[in-house]
């Protein structure tokens, strides 16, 4: 039972727009989230975090944004560049377990110039 | 050069065969992952250490073994490859609780 998932597996979005990747999780244990970008043929790099303290968090183009009652994260990038185009994993690290993500399924951003 | 690197890059290899990837870092990072990534399934963490020669399994850990033997080292060994193990392999370290520095990657694929 996947306890982070992202349902949407790609997402197009025309340059200069926004775009918005969503994530969901069910384990309430969850208290810190990650948002990484993965290119074709190269490891994950990460891109903003935000703590389960927080509601928002900002980062230039990116901002995560954090709803626990639906326990629901969310990415905005504005504005898209076609250089965002790439694979979003978001990641969440319960509080009682150390360092240990658990990852979801990634959704796939393209970005049309 | 700094950072985090594995090796080989692609490797293909048969059913039953032992195999081992590697996994280097530079940054004397006290934790380090090893993870896979299939189709539909993200990334999902196979072992993971927390300091030289401490180690746990993560969750999908059944046929696989990881040693550590110094801090910048995280080797992973298919002891008896099939083809489910098929996938990409990413090793990550880590010096805190927070984000995690992945590696390029191996393809590995068994036929």
């Known amino acids: 039972d996947q306890q982070v998932k992202q349902n949407s597996p790609s997402l197009s979005v025309q340059e200069g727009r926004i775009s918005i990747l969503n994530c969901d999780y069910t384990n309430s244990m969850f208290d810190y989230f990650l948002w990484y970008k993965k290119y074709p043929a190269e490891g994950p790099t990460f891109l903003i975090s935000i703590s389960s303290i927080k509601d928002k968090n900002e980062d230039g183009r990116f901002t995560v944004f954090l709803n626990k009652s639906a326990k629901h994260l969310s990415l905005h990038i504005v504005p898209s560049q076609p250089g965002d185009s790439a694979v979003y994993f978001c990641a969440a690290r319960p509080n009682n377990a150390g360092n240990m993500l658990t990852f979801g399924g990634g959704t796939r951003l393209m970005v049309k110039p | 050069d700094a950072g985090i690197t594995q090796s080989p890059r692609y490797k293909i290899t048969e059913t039953g065969r032992q195999v081992t990837l590697m996994c280097h870092q530079t940054w004397s990072h006290s934790y380090m992952f090893w993870y896979r990534q299939d189709l539909g399934h993200g990334l999902r963490l196979i072992y993971y250490?927390?300091?030289?020669?401490?180690?746990d399994k993560g969750e999908v850990p059944d046929g696989y073994v990881v040693s550590r033997s110094k801090t910048e080292n995280f080797p992973l060994t298919l002891e008896s490859a099939t083809r489910s193990q098929t996938s990409v392999y990413f090793c990550?370290?880590?010096?805190?609780?927070?984000?995690?520095?992945f590696g390029p990657g191996t393809r590995l694929t068994v036929t």
């Open positions: 250490s927390a300091a030289a020669d401490i180690t």
């Open positions: 990550a370290s880590s010096p805190s609780i927070y984000e995690q520095y």
